[in-house]
């Protein structure tokens, strides 16, 4: 079936440092691929998607572009905040289906 | 964007009483909704995927007993944590797709409950 690897946390940056969290991703057909962010005590919210191949997502600074040859979803931001603070999800579905989500990645960004 | 509202985001109850959780779609009409649950610093794992007006579909290994989901509109889905205990304590989220962005999942807020 359809699954999500994802890059172990924890992440800890400091302050505007570069951000890379590996995500790859085991399906049939051609899925869409989400990165969800989740801040503490809430639900998760929208990051990013691409629905198709060298479709790149972006979104308040962070970037991820659908590699169907390596089947990955790397999500990159150039210079981290400590408002990122948050666990990170990756994610893939089919149309109409439910999501199969990544293990989650913590991310700590230090002043 | 399309707006999911899920309601209690935090509930203690004692062990053995039932607990609710609603999930209401805002502003669109949503024949399927997504129940989750995420154990602590884990990632989400789907329970069930609720249908309006037929029957819920549950994951291997949930008791649909326990968990009872009834999506009565196709603006409400509820879980009823029937009968319970500590270990059920956990954060239950749940999601819808807008038709009208059918790629897209929308999800509540989360629900925290804490069976003492």
């Known amino acids: 079936g359809d699954s999500v690897t994802q890059m172990e946390g924890p992440v800890t940056l400091s302050e505007e440092a570069f951000l890379t969290i590996n995500c790859t991703y085991t399906?049939?057909?051609?899925?869409?691929l989400f990165w969800y962010v989740q801040y503490p005590g809430e639900g998760l919210q929208l990051l990013l998607k691409?629905?198709?191949?060298?479709d790149k997502g972006s979104n308040k600074g962070f970037e991820a572009t659908y590699r169907k040859e390596t089947t990955s979803f790397h999500l990159e931001k150039g210079s981290v905040q400590v408002s990122d603070s948050a666990v990170y999800f990756c994610?893939?579905?089919?149309?109409?289906?439910?999501?199969?989500f990544g293990a989650g990645t913590r991310l700590t960004v230090k002043p | 964007g399309a707006v999911v509202s899920q309601h209690p985001s935090r509930v203690i109850c004692k062990s053995g009483t039932s607990v609710k959780i609603e999930c209401r779609s805002l502003?669109?009409?949503?024949?399927?909704m997504f129940w989750y649950r995420q154990f602590p610093k884990q990632s989400l794992m789907l329970m069930a995927t609720?249908?309006?007006?037929?029957?819920?579909?549950?994951e291997q290994g949930v008791e649909k007993d326990k968990f009872l989901i009834n999506h009565a509109s196709l603006t409400l889905s509820t879980l009823t944590v029937t009968s319970a205990h500590p270990e059920d304590s956990s954060f239950y989220i749940c999601?819808?797709?807008?038709?009208?962005?059918?790629?897209?999942?929308?999800f509540g807020q989360g629900t925290r409950l804490t069976v003492v």
């Open positions: 691409a629905t198709k191949a060298d």
């Open positions: 399906a049939t057909g051609y899925p869409s």
């Open positions: 994610a893939l579905s089919h149309n109409n289906n439910d999501m199969r």
């Open positions: 502003d669109f009409q949503a024949t399927t």
């Open positions: 999601s819808a797709r807008d038709p009208r962005a059918s790629t897209e999942a929308f």
């Open positions: 609720s249908n309006e007006g037929s029957k819920a579909t549950y």
